[in-house]
């Protein structure tokens, strides 16, 4: 494997105790009861759902049951963990941050909870164009987004002939 992914994992650390604690004052200190909201802005407010699907409520499980989705994601998370440590490009690796720490933080809730703990709702009048959500679903999505436009859009440049070349890239040129 690579050289530990510095930007990656802080990333994912940071990622994950601010979507908790996030979570903990919403149904902690501002006592926000389930289907209960409180509105911050005209436009957004936070509401304490219980989610017990993935991302926008598919898969939906029982709590009892939630082990399930544990498994699951908890497989996804182990595989963007891999491709991160053999990730050499930073924007990558904060990216694939984004989506572990986020995929980490719902694994947790569905452990400790057996759902995830969703707070924030965008609205605009009486329109919603997302379920409630948390900063671990916005963190993922970000970094899917992120990931999907440096592969259409952004190519690396090839090394130029005279370039060193780092013994990694020659390790990783044989496997």
Do not use: C
Request: aromatic letters at 8%.
């Amino acid at each position: 494997m690579g050289k530990l992914p510095k930007a990656g994992l802080v990333t994912a650390l940071v990622v994950l105790v601010i979507d908790q604690a996030i979570k903990w004052l919403v149904v902690g200190p501002l006592a926000i009861t389930e289907f209960d909201e409180r509105e911050l802005l005209p436009i957004f407010k936070l509401q304490n759902v219980h989610n017990l699907g993935v991302s926008l409520g598919f898969l939906r499980v029982s709590p009892d049951k939630s082990w399930m989705l544990v498994v699951l994601t908890g497989a996804i998370a182990a595989a963007v963990l891999v491709w991160m440590w053999r990730e050499r490009n930073r924007t990558d690796q904060f990216a694939l941050g984004l989506i572990a720490g986020g995929a980490v933080g719902n694994i947790l809730d569905r452990l400790r909870l057996g759902y995830v703990q969703d707070y924030a709702n965008l609205h605009f009048g009486g329109y919603s164009p997302f379920l409630t959500f948390n900063l671990a679903d916005t963190a993922i999505s970000v970094g899917v987004l992120i990931l999907l436009a440096r592969a259409l859009l952004v190519r690396d440049k090839p090394k130029e002939a005279g370039q060193s070349v780092e013994p990694s890239e020659v390790e990783n040129s044989n496997a």
